[in-house]
């Protein structure tokens, strides 16, 4: 049923380009999830809020995926795949900066928005 190796697996079922797919997606997932973890988290204007632990959950899950593909093939096959789609999906969504309540009220202060009566 599974090969004893999560890279062997996808090697022996989808070839060379499989692996090489493979890798990519693992390679851009753990590349994100780093840049999410290490960077301050924005939903705002400001850039002094404090750093999250929570933002290394992605991080260490996508290591944990990697080290037991190496002994089995059960991330591939099991709950591996919906971990790092829902993850990658999710660390991909951010806020939108300057859009919101608080830039609307800080742009009404200012003068920037203006209400037009027709």
């Known amino acids: 049923m599974q090969a004893h190796n999560m890279w062997i697996d996808v090697y022996l079922q989808l070839g060379v380009i499989g692996v090489f797919l493979m890798v990519m997606t693992y390679l851009?997932?753990?590349?994100?999830s780093w840049f999410f973890a290490v960077d301050?988290?924005?939903?705002?204007?400001r850039a002094?809020?404090?750093y999250s632990p929570?933002?290394?959950?992605?991080?260490?899950l996508g290591a944990v995926l990697l080290v037991q593909g190496l002994a089995e093939s059960s991330p591939?096959?099991?709950?591996?795949?919906?971990?790092v789609v829902l993850l990658a999906f999710k660390i991909k969504q951010s806020?939108?900066?300057?859009?919101g309540a608080a830039e609307m009220r800080i742009?009404?202060?200012?003068?920037?928005?203006?209400?037009?009566?027709?």
Request: aromatic share 10%; charged share 20%.
């Open 28 to 32: 851009a997932y753990i590349w994100r």
């Open 40 to 45: 301050r988290p924005r939903w705002d204007l």
């Open 48 to 50: 002094d809020r404090p």
């Open 54 to 60: 929570l933002t290394l959950l992605p991080t260490l």
């Open 76 to 83: 591939l096959l099991l709950w591996g795949w919906m971990l």
């Open 95 to 99: 806020p939108h900066i300057g859009e």
């Open 107 to 118: 742009a009404i202060e200012r003068g920037e928005l203006t209400t037009q009566a027709s």
